[in-house]
């Protein structure tokens, strides 16, 4: 069970250039999510998606786009990278938070290790 | 919108001393609230996390939180802490209803333990 998984590691870009990071959960979550970390700026939801085949923006789209074609991944991609978008991007996948089961509290975020994304 | 504020960007302490690590939120009603750990060149970690009842909230690694709703803040503590507890922390929050669990974070705090 590897949890999440982000390819790649690191990625270093020119401006202009475009990349596609890919997010894979093994955990049959339905709920998935992309945020960019920042220096003194916590994480910030750029995308997230409540199913497969679904897609949503959240605080910071602008630059993204995201799909979803398969349940288990979650690809973000860049069309024309900016220096702006240099930052360490992670991915987090969840159970769906409106689903209760007696006994258990399901709802709760599992991340990816990361990618370091630079743009020159 | 619901917010999240760590007035505390850096804190060091000494191995065996207590941590106390603040977070106040901004929200209409009571919200989820977390907190997670992020070590060097890792993802993040949930350490605990609170809905609702019992207002302390006992975590992984010996963490505990108490929410305290007429203060708006969900502090994290340790009364002892370990060179290995060196690391980021984030709290974050999300509100009860709505279609997805989408987290507001913290700026964090981060912590360095003195030997």
């Known amino acids: 069970n590897a949890g999440v998984t982000q390819t790649p590691k690191f990625r270093v870009l020119k401006t202009g250039q475009s990349m596609t990071l890919l997010c894979a959960q093994d955990?049959?979550?339905?709920?998935m999510y992309w945020y960019r970390q920042d220096p003194g700026m916590g994480l910030r939801l750029i995308h997230y998606?409540?199913?497969?085949?679904?897609?949503a923006k959240g605080e910071v789209p602008d630059g993204y786009n995201v799909s979803r074609l398969k349940k288990q991944n979650f690809l973000l991609g860049l069309e024309s990278a900016a220096p702006s978008q240099t930052s360490v991007y992670f991915c987090?996948?969840?159970?769906?938070?409106?689903?209760?089961?007696?006994?258990?509290?399901?709802?709760?975020?599992?991340f990816g290790p990361g990618t370091r994304l630079t743009v020159l | 919108a619901q917010s999240v504020t760590q007035p505390d960007i850096h804190i060091t302490v000494s191995e065996g001393a207590s941590l106390e690590l603040r977070c106040n939120y901004s929200y209409g009603a009571t919200p989820y609230l977390f907190w997670y750990v992020q070590s060097p060149g890792q993802g993040l970690q949930l350490l605990l996390k609170y809905f609702s009842g019992d207002t302390l909230v006992q975590g992984i690694k010996g963490f505990e939180a108490e929410f305290k709703r007429s203060q708006s803040s969900f502090n994290l503590r340790k009364p002892s802490v370990h060179w290995s507890d060196a690391a980021e922390y984030f709290c974050a929050v999300r509100p009860h209803t709505g279609t997805a669990s989408k987290l507001t974070f913290g700026t964090g705090t981060r912590l360095q333990v003195t030997l």
């Open positions: 955990m049959n979550h339905e709920y």
């Open positions: 998606s409540v199913g497969e085949g679904t897609t």
């Open positions: 987090a996948s969840s159970t769906d938070p409106g689903r209760r089961i007696p006994g258990r509290t399901l709802d709760q975020q599992f």
